[in-house]
């Protein structure tokens, strides 16, 4: 490599970032040490910071740097319709629309037989916790269109059988196996609005 071995060290940083390749690293590790140093040291300690200190709400598992998340600790929410998600990318990516006034539960990855990942793995039994403290609750399941998302869809389904939950899925205006995150907030609203119910 034609750079000294600090700023390669840096470009191999920025390459592990989603869609950033060789040339875009290369560019932002140059522009990096442009940046003045104190600048650079003030995001270094937020970086620190965050990693250390931001962890999992105790009831949604979304990240929060309190014991209980903001959504959660609204009261303007409504507590009975829950949108059950992957990760919690896909909270922030919901909240931008500003029209989901529900709350969210976040799995914290997929059921995954192949890859040894069973329900107890994820984020299911404390959803299903949830559920047992609400009436007529609704959950409203934005997950991928894969078979990982799939196979955690028709396990929620079935364990919820005869318990008095509306269970709908996001419209499939969503393209098979995008990234919630990845969404335009226009697509996801849309996709909410016209969620399909597959249990009563």
């Not at 969404?183 to 399909?196: C, P, Q, S």
Request: charged share 30%; hydrophobic share 35%; glycine share 6%.
């Amino acid at each position: 490599m034609i750079y000294p071995k600090k700023l390669e060290a840096i470009i191999e940083f920025y390459k592990k970032l989603p869609g950033i390749g060789e040339k875009s690293a290369e560019r932002m590790a140059l522009a990096t040490l442009d940046l003045p140093t104190e600048e650079i040291t003030n995001v270094s300690n937020d970086l620190i910071d965050a990693k250390n200190e931001l962890r999992p709400c105790k009831i949604c598992g979304h990240i929060t740097d309190k014991e209980i998340c903001d959504i959660c600790s609204d009261e303007g929410r409504n507590k009975n319709i829950i949108c059950v998600l992957e990760d919690y990318k896909s909270v922030f990516t919901f909240e931008k629309t500003g029209n989901f006034k529900g709350v969210y539960h976040v799995l914290g990855g997929l059921i995954s037989p192949t890859e040894g990942i069973s329900y107890e793995d994820i984020n299911i039994p404390k959803l299903l916790e949830r559920i047992e403290n609400l009436k007529n609750p609704e959950l409203i399941l934005a997950l991928k269109s894969n078979i990982e998302g799939e196979t955690t869809t028709l396990f929620i389904k079935k364990i919820l059988e005869g318990k008095n939950v509306v269970i709908s899925r996001l419209s499939y205006g969503i393209p098979m196996g995008a990234d919630i995150d990845y969404m335009d907030t226009i697509t996801l609203d849309k996709a909410i609005e016209d969620r399909k119910k597959i249990s009563d």
